[in-house]
C-alpha cells in the first residue's frame, strides 16, 4: 500500500510540473475509473463509471469535468460493445454549461507482429450541440507493447483516433471578397485527429494507473466543398470556428470491483 501511495504522489506532481513547461494550449487530466463486473450473473458484463478533470496547464483552472457511466460487453475473445453516458460541465465561466454525451461503440482484437491490437468505431451524440457538430464518429486504434524493463508490469501502447464531425452549425461560406454568399452548410466532415501515447501499470490486484499524452489537431479535407472550418467571417476580420489544437498529459486511475 505505501508503493500505491508514493506512485500516485509522484505522478500526480510529473504531470504538473512537465506540463506547465509547454505553451497554453497543452491542459493536464486527472481521472479515475471503478467498474464492476457481474461475475456471479453473466462474467462477459462489465458496469463502468469514471470522472475526469482538465485544467489549464499555466493557470491550473479548470475547464471541463466529465463524468461516466457504461455497460460493457464482451461477446467473445475478438468482439466487445459499449454503451455509455457522459456528462459534461464545461467551465468557459462561474457557472459552466453541461452538455449530455450519448454513445455506444463496438470493438475488435486481433495481433499485429505479435502485439495486442485494438480497433474501435464509435458514435456519440451531444445534446445541446456544439458549433461544429452534434454527432461525432471516431474511429481508433491502439497497439500494446511488450515490456521487459518497465516495473509494476507495466504496459506501453501507442494510439490513434480519426474524427468525423455531422450536423453542427451552420456556417455562411463567402467568395474571397466577403460579398458574394457562396453556401451555408454545417461542417460535416473528417475535421480531427488525435496521436496518443501511455503506460498502464499495474499497481496491485485490479488496481491499475495509466499516465498518457495525447497530441490533438483539427483540419480541414478537400474531398467535399464548403464544408470547412477555420475560415474567415463575412468582413474576413475574425475566424470562424478556430481549429482547436492541443495537447494532454495526464494520469487516470481504474479499480474493478466483482460479484462472487
Known amino acids: 500500500m505505501k508503493t500505491t501511495y508514493t506512485f500516485f504522489f509522484i505522478s500526480f506532481f510529473v504531470v504538473k510540473g512537465i506540463s506547465q513547461d509547454f505553451d497554453a494550449n497543452f491542459n493536464h487530466r486527472y481521472g479515475f475509473n471503478l467498474d464492476y463486473k457481474f ?4 462474467k462477459n458484463i ?19 469535468y466529465q463524468f461516466k457511466l457504461g455497460l460493457d460487453y464482451r461477446f467473445n475473445k475478438r468482439f466487445s460493445g459499449k454503451v455509455f453516458y457522459k456528462p459534461i460541465l464545461l467551465k468557459r465561466n462561474i457557472e459552466g454549461s453541461w452538455h449530455d454525451r450519448f454513445g455506444a461503440s463496438v470493438s475488435y482484437r486481433s495481433k499485429l507482429f505479435g502485439l495486442p491490437l485494438k480497433n474501435t468505431l464509435t458514435a456519440e451524440g451531444f445534446f445541446p450541440k456544439f458549433n461544429k457538430y452534434q454527432y461525432r464518429f471516431i474511429y481508433s486504434i491502439r497497439l500494446n507493447f511488450k515490456n521487459n524493463f518497465l516495473p509494476l508490469r507495466a504496459t506501453p501502447y501507442l494510439s ?15 467568395d474571397d471578397t466577403g460579398e458574394v454568399l457562396l453556401a451555408s452548410n454545417p461542417p460535416n466532415g473528417l475535421h480531427r485527429y488525435r496521436i496518443g501515447a501511455g503506460v498502464r501499470f499495474r499497481i496491485k ?45 495526464g494520469i487516470s486511475v481504474s479499480y474493478t470491483l466483482s460479484s462472487k
Open 39 to 42: 461475475n456471479k450473473f453473466n
Open 46 to 64: 462489465k458496469l463502468q463509471t469514471g470522472f475526469i478533470s482538465a485544467f489549464d496547464s499555466r493557470s491550473y483552472d479548470p475547464f471541463f
Open 160 to 174: 490513434y483516433q480519426l474524427y468525423y464531425y455531422l450536423n453542427g452549425r451552420p456556417l455562411d461560406y463567402y
Open 205 to 249: 490486484r485490479r488496481l491499475y494507473a495509466t499516465l498518457y499524452y495525447v497530441w490533438q489537431e483539427e483540419f480541414n479535407t478537400t474531398f467535399q466543398d464548403y464544408r470547412q472550418i477555420n475560415i474567415l467571417n463575412k468582413s474576413q476580420t475574425s475566424i470562424r470556428y478556430p481549429f482547436n489544437d492541443y495537447q494532454v498529459l
